[in-house]
């Protein structure tokens, strides 16, 4: 009793206070697994929200960035929709949709680059033409003699053109736009050109070259480029035929000899 009245003082009786103690106890038991429940729930919240957000910024960019368009394919041309990340930055993640043909293109709205990839005298020569208007979207070109001009100089002096050679020039409809170049290849036999384009005149002599070609009223275009020497093949004979080559040359020489008569 001495124990009992030790830890419980007060005018009621000791079981009254012992209950008291034990609801306290169970009070902070469930306050506490509240408390660790809202916790755990929190954190497994914040660790999920940014997860969410990734998949669905990765989603959206593999579902917007598909393949370029096809050059030849009709379209708007605008620049591609703004997507924000989860970091808070704006990106662009579209690709440009290539606009449709509107007509035919004027040749003053045409500026032509040439390029020559690789040149051999005495071989024929692809020179690429890379087309491109200066003020239309989009419009259709036929590759025409009388409206496009190639030249090929050596320090100023003309040595082929297109002008007496147009069968040069490819006879193709192209679509021409001006956010990318349309290529339109042609080949040069390397040779001279003369009246009437003959086939058998003479080649031009390896060197540095300049290249030039324009529409009519359009913006000119210009590059250098080298025409190599041929490489030159070594032939070597093999040893059956030099064996035969001198048996041929002996037997060739005797019997020469025999048939002249001698003289008296």
């Known amino acids: 009793m001495q124990a009992g009245t030790t830890l419980t003082r007060g005018p009621l009786p000791p079981g009254v206070y012992w209950r008291r103690r ?11 697994f509240v408390i660790a429940q809202l916790l755990g729930g929190g954190s497994n919240g914040k660790g999920g929200g940014p997860v969410a957000q990734q998949a ?15 050059p030849t394919t009709a379209g708007t041309v605008a ?23 509107s007509g035919p293109c004027a040749p003053s709205d045409i500026k032509v680059v040439p390029s020559v990839p690789r040149a051999i005298a005495g071989s024929d020569v692809t020179i690429n033409l890379a087309l491109q208007t200066t003020k239309t979207a989009a419009c259709t070109w036929d590759v025409d003699q009388h409206d496009i001009v190639v030249k090929i100089a ?13 069968a ?12 990318v170049p349309s290529i339109v290849t042609m080949v040069w036999n390397a040779r001279f050109s003369t009246a009437g384009c003959r086939s058998d ?23 250098a480029f080298t025409l190599a020497v041929p490489t030159q093949q070594t032939v ?17 020489a005797k019997a020469t000899s025999t048939a002249t008569p001698k003289a008296r």
């Open 168 to 179: 040069a020039l490819p006879a193709r409809s192209v679509v021409i736009r001006n956010v």
């Open 56 to 70: 669905g910024a990765v989603y959206s960019t593999s579902t917007e960035s598909g393949s370029p368009t096809d």
């Open 22 to 32: 034990l609801l306290l106890l169970v009070v902070a038991a469930v306050l506490v």
């Open 79 to 101: 620049a591609g929709p703004t997507y924000s990340t989860p970091t808070g930055h704006t990106t662009s993640t579209a690709p440009l949709v290539l606009a449709a043909p």
């Open 201 to 223: 005149a003479g080649f031009v002599y390896p060197g540095t070259l300049g290249i030039y070609a324009a529409t009519l009223g359009g913006e000119p275009g210009h590059a």
């Open 236 to 252: 070597t004979a093999s040893p059956t035929q030099t064996a035969t080559s001198k048996a041929t040359s002996t037997g060739t």
């Open 154 to 166: 050596r320090h100023g002096t003309v040595l082929w053109t297109s002008q007496k050679c147009p």
